[in-house]
């Protein structure tokens, strides 16, 4: 069946560091990709997708690239910011109407 | 446009005691979701509704039942409550594209 791996968290970093958070997964078919952002006492808001291999999703100065090759979907932004402190999750969608999500990566950013 | 509304926002019941989680959404979509959120294990699908009057089963779809009211209610029951259940709910819907738009979640402490 349908899987997400993500690494696991807490991701620390400071202010203005670069971050990524490594995506993989297995589906069959060709699935649609996502990543999730929950804050603290919130429920998910998409904050990006890609729909097909070699797209790039990006939003907010995230980026992610959809790698059917490596199967991966790794998020990225090049500086960030206290308030990106949240969770995030990967997840993909493969044609059944429901999602597939990883276990979440925590990312803390400090001043 | 409220998006994805639930109720309550916290709740506590003591073993054996039922109660529903109710859901609504102003979107006009098709399909809704039922979640469950636990520490280190992501996301869980209890329950979705690909459309008004269908319902099927998730990945832990054990000790609950669920009811598509209408196009814009999905409601989630616990006949008789477990502290395995206590768990932050979350709601979800879904237009006839990929992205899922969640509800802001209902913490439930089973005692």
């Known amino acids: 069946g349908d899987s997400v791996t993500q690494m696991e968290g807490p991701v620390t970093l400071s202010e203005e560091a670069f971050l990524t958070i490594n995506c993989t997964y297995t589906a069959t078919g060709y699935p649609s990709l996502f990543w999730y952002v929950q804050y603290p006492g919130e429920g998910l808001q998409l904050l990006l997708k890609?729909?097909?291999?070699?797209d790039k999703g990006s939003n907010k100065g995230f980026e992610a690239t959809y790698r059917k090759e490596t199967t991966s979907f790794h998020l990225e932004k090049g500086s960030v910011q206290v308030s990106d402190s949240a969770v995030y999750f990967c997840?993909?969608?493969?044609?059944?109407?429901?999602?597939?999500f990883g276990k979440g990566t925590m990312l803390l950013v400090s001043p | 446009n409220a998006g994805v509304t639930q109720t309550p926002k916290f709740q506590v019941l003591k073993t054996g005691q039922s109660m529903t989680l109710q859901c609504a959404q102003d979107m006009n979509h098709n399909s809704m979701y039922w979640y469950r959120q636990d520490p280190g294990m992501g996301l869980r699908l209890i329950y979705y509704s690909a459309s008004e009057g269908t319902t099927d089963k998730g990945e832990v779809p054990n000790g609950y039942n669920v009811s598509r009211l209408n196009k814009r209610e999905f409601s989630l029951r616990l006949e008789s409550a477990a502290p395995s259940q206590t768990s932050v709910y979350f709601c979800?819907?879904?237009?006839?594209?990929?992205?899922?738009?969640f509800g802001p979640g209902t913490r439930l402490t089973v005692l």
């Open positions: 979800a819907s879904r237009p006839t594209a990929d992205t899922q738009y």
């Open positions: 890609a729909t097909k291999a070699d």
């Open positions: 997840a993909l969608s493969s044609g059944y109407s429901t999602l597939t």
